[in-house]
């Protein structure tokens, strides 16, 4: 949903909450970031730093890069409903929230980040039980998407299944979840 300086500061922030500084400390050796692991939430970094802290964070904990990249969804998703609970008014539900991430939320993000990139999220709401949520992004990162639809669920103390599916050529860039609850 937001730049890539707020993926990776939170994506930091998580490992250190959930596995420690010495586990931190691990992965920026692994990885050697050019800026020496010095990361803000305003800054703006290339999504592959994102994608090798992950893959170094897997080898750290033995988790798969899958379930520790969903799991960053749903934690940055209760992050930013804590740090921006005035985007959030008036929205009674997951499927309500989610219909509104492009035209209103995201458009809140470029307003609050100047320079950030969110993905694209076109919704279709197909009855009052199941709605499509079409995710682009060149940075093919449909994990925290899921992760963060996931948590949008969770917050509204909501039930749903998320089937999922790769378009285009299946890269990941474009992906469909099609969420029921």
Known sequence: MFNEGHVVYFVLDLVENQYGQEVVDAVLAEVAPENGGIYTSAGDYDHTELVALVVALSKQSE?????????????????????????????????????????????????????????KFECTKVDEHKLELLYQSPRCLGDVAEGLIQGCASYYGEKIHVKRERLGDKSGAIERFTITR
């Open 63 to 119: 988790v798969t890069v899958t379930s520790l990249t969903k799991s960053f969804g749903m934690y940055h998703f209760a992050e930013f409903i804590a740090a921006y609970p005035q985007l959030f008014k008036g929205l009674d539900s997951s499927f309500a929230l989610l219909e509104k991430v492009d035209s209103f939320i995201h458009e809140e993000v470029k307003t609050l980040y100047p320079g950030a990139r969110p993905p």
